[in-house]
């Protein structure tokens, strides 16, 4: 039973940082209609520019702040300079170049720090605590905490504040928002700044369970079927699906993939099943799809004829 409860906190707290990162693609989709797949590199940019501030002596915390901070810079700045020039373009032309500005910001971060995984500053201190007859390091315990809390106030935030009603109005209608007089494309840019800020801070979270390597920039794609499960237009449901995913990949990792590979060796001549987790988002990405294209949490789009 405590294998079973260990899997559990270790893929909540994983779940919870997929959930943060979900939460920004969301965001942008509802205000501009694109599924941004840059959505990774500001999750890998966002932890290098912490561990690079980090080496020139910032406190951790003040490292993750300012990191925050610039990373909704670089959001604004390529929504200004990159994606709002391409406004009346197709949307697929517009998705195409998030995933260039993917490409090249793993290609900048090669360049910098190169390709092997690096140790990341200790953000939290060494140690467990034992919760529920399980021991859950600081690192876990705190990551989880800190994304389902900024999750939710997140969701708080858009939900009762004047802010939050002029991102939804623009995300329901542009036209309605603009006759009044909400100005979209400052909308727009603050919708980009939060998704980077909350990509860089879910990049820092990650990196501090798992080191820090080029290979962050993979869970934009992760969270893409997050996103997906939950609804393209649900903040709430980025939430529960990230954490369900999460909780999912850590029972295959810990129950799926050792029982396969047993298989596998006593059958065939295969002694690894891979990483047979990364899997399990795409399969159930392709089973939402069949049976609820809208997701769960999403509604059904109507159209007059």
């Known amino acids: 039973m405590n294998f079973y409860l260990q899997l559990s906190v270790a893929g909540l707290a994983v779940g919870s940082v ?105 953000l939290f201190p060494d140690g467990a605590v034992k919760v529920f007859d399980v021991f859950v390091t600081y690192n876990y315990l705190a990551a989880g905490f800190l994304s389902i809390s900024l999750s939710i106030a997140f969701l708080l935030f858009y939900q009762f504040t004047s802010i939050g009603l002029m991102q939804r109005c623009t995300a329901d209608n542009v036209r309605a928002a603009l006759a009044i007089g909400i100005h979209t494309g400052n909308q727009n840019s603050l919708a980009w700044s939060m998704s980077a800020a909350l990509a860089g801070l879910g990049g820092t979270l990650l990196a501090t369970l798992n080191g820090l390597s080029l290979g962050l920039s993979d869970i934009g794609l992760v969270a893409f079927p997050v996103i997906v499960l939950g609804g393209l237009t649900s903040l709430a449901g980025a939430v529960v699906a990230g954490l369900l995913l999460g909780v999912l990949q850590a029972f295959t990792d810990g129950l799926l993939t050792p029982l396969f590979e047993t298989f596998l060796r006593t059958f065939t001549s295969i002694y690894s099943a891979g990483a047979l987790q990364q899997v399990v988002p795409y399969l159930i990405l392709v089973a939402v799809l069949l049976v609820r294209p809208q997701g769960i949490f999403g509604r059904r789009g109507t159209e007059r004829l």
């Not at 909704?72 to 373009?89: D, F, N, Q, S, Y």
């Not at 032309?93 to 500053?121: E, K, N, S, Y």
């Open 18 to 122: 997929y959930a943060l990162i979900a939460i920004g693609i969301v965001l942008i989709y509802k205000c501009s209609g694109v599924v941004n797949f840059a959505q990774g590199a500001f999750v890998m940019l966002g932890a290098y520019i912490t561990y690079a501030l980090s080496r020139l002596g910032l406190p951790s915390f003040g490292a993750v702040i300012v990191a925050m901070v610039a990373m909704a810079a670089v959001g604004v700045l390529t929504e200004r300079l990159i994606l709002r020039p391409m406004m009346k373009a197709p949307v697929v032309a517009i998705m195409a170049v998030t995933l260039g500005i993917l490409i090249v910001t793993r290609a900048v971060c090669l360049a910098l720090w190169g390709p092997d995984q690096i140790a990341f500053p200790r």
